[in-house]
């Protein structure tokens, strides 16, 4: 039976894909930069994410190269922190929920279910996300991996999460956008999931849908 629902947060929750766009836009636009370049920025920020993932960079250590190799300079970490800072706060700008996720999270409480958000991001600013969003909500756990020193797929991450909620993997399911994240590293892990995937082929398409495959109360 599952008793424990963890939502991945960035383009499962919150519209990453779409607020980095708008947001790579206006930093291009402030730095005299041709727009239309966020293909290549979320390349990029693929490429660096993964390395941190895979515990080769830090996650600063990733931002600073993110930004290094968008920009074409050569810089410092410290120099390249402060650059992106202006993608950062064009993109804090751009943050919407989708429109399912609030109701998803409020209905998932209110059936007893133990519900927590599993992010590779920094606590710091998928906290701000959260309020921003108005996804704050007061029994709704924030469990960054940053702080368990092991990100999404690493097993350790999801067992962390587990115990923070006091529930048994087996009782859990994860709900994400990734196959690899979300999906294929909590399987590993003893924990059921659930693709997401907005636009296709997943195992859900929306949020919502999640009503339908647990009809069941959790208590
Ligand atoms: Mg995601």
Redesign the pocket.
């Known amino acids: 039976m599952i008793r424990a629902l963890l939502f991945?947060?960035?383009?499962?929750l919150l519209d990453?894909t779409g607020a980095a766009r708008d947001a790579v836009d206006q930093w291009c636009r402030e730095l005299g930069l041709p727009e239309g370049q966020h293909a290549r920025f979320a390349a990029i920020e693929r490429k660096w994410f993964q390395a941190y993932e895979r515990g080769e960079v830090s996650h600063h250590g990733q931002r600073a190269a993110r930004c290094r190799e968008f920009l074409g300079r050569n810089m410092s970490d410290a120099e390249a922190l402060t650059a992106y800072d202006g993608y950062l706060s064009a993109y804090r700008e751009q943050w919407r929920a989708f429109a399912d996720a609030l109701p998803t999270l409020t209905w998932a409480l209110e059936s007893g279910f133990q519900v927590g958000v599993l992010t590779n991001g920094e606590r710091e600013m998928q906290q701000a996300k959260l309020e921003a969003t108005g996804l704050a909500l007061a029994d709704v756990h924030l469990i960054p991996t940053v702080d368990l020193g092991c990100p999404k797929p690493q097993r350790e991450a999801y067992l962390a999460a587990c115990r923070q909620l006091e529930v048994d993997p087996a009782n859990t399911l994860m709900v994400?956008?990734?196959l690899a994240?979300?999906v294929q590293g909590a399987c590993k892990a003893g924990l059921r999931a659930l693709h997401l995937d907005r636009a296709g082929e997943g195992d859900l398409r929306s949020l919502s849908a999640l009503r339908e495959v647990l009809p069941q109360r959790a208590s």
């Open positions: 991945d947060l960035d383009d499962t990453h994400g956008d990734s994240n979300d």
